[in-house]
Each structure stands twice: as structure tokens, then as C-alpha cells.
Nanobody
Framework: QMQLEESGGGLAQPGGSLRLSCVAS????????MGWYRQSPGQQRERVAL???????TYTDHVEGRFTISRDNAKNTVYLQMDSLKPEDTAVYYC??????WGQGTQVTVSP
């Protein structure tokens, strides 16, 4: 399977912003719907945003209006712009699409 590599996580204050990136290997990226997922300790992994191959987007209610998913097919990259961050956004964030292996994720911590 092809690989994904996430980056861009870190520490942010409540109300702050972070931008996550995910670079995909291989040649199926442009025709693959891609999602951002997150997992907190003791919680199940949940999908927070999805972008279709044509650019249509959907979001979970928890992040609607605060997060924006986008993609650059020329760079095989999907992004997650996270604004108005809340402590409950703290989690390891992963990107994923069918045909790819899960990456290592990137830690996002929101704390004063």
C-alpha cells in the first residue's frame, strides 16, 4: 500500500490556529477521496473532515465552521486548516484515503 505522512501539529493556545499537511505517495491521490481523522486517548478514531476527488467537502459538527480541508493534487497533498482551536481538539490527527496505509499521525495539543 502507498504511504501517507502527516506534519504540522504542535502546541496552540485556545483560539489559535494550526495547519496540518499530509503528503501521499503514489499516483492515485488525485482520484481518491481523502479524510482527516483524530484520536484522543481512550477514544475511538473519528473522521473530522472529508474531501472528494472533485473537491467537495464535509465536516463533523464538532469542527464545522472552524476547520477547512483542502487539497493540491499537483503536490499530492491534503491540508487541514484549524482555526478557533479548543482544548477538546487535542488529539493525534491522521489523514487517510482508500488504498493507503495509515501514517504515524501528528499530535495537536490545545492548551493555555
Amino acid at each position: 500500500q502507498m504511504q501517507l505522512e502527516e506534519s504540522g501539529g504542535g502546541l496552540a493556545q485556545p483560539g489559535g490556529s494550526l495547519r496540518l499537511s499530509c503528503v501521499a505517495s503514489g499516483d492515485i491521490f488525485s482520484v481518491t477521496a481523502m479524510g482527516w481523522y483524530r484520536q484522543s486517548p481512550g477514544q475511538q478514531r473519528e473522521r473530522v473532515a472529508l474531501i472528494s476527488s472533485s473537491g467537495s467537502t464535509t465536516y463533523t459538527d464538532h469542527v464545522e465552521g472552524r476547520f477547512t480541508i483542502s487539497r493540491d493534487n499537483a503536490k499530492n497533498t491534503v491540508y487541514l486548516q484549524m482555526d478557533s482551536l479548543k482544548p477538546e481538539d487535542t488529539a493525534v490527527y491522521y489523514c487517510y484515503g482508500r488504498g493507503y496505509s495509515w501514517g504515524q499521525g501528528t499530535q495537536v495539543t490545545v492548551s493555555p
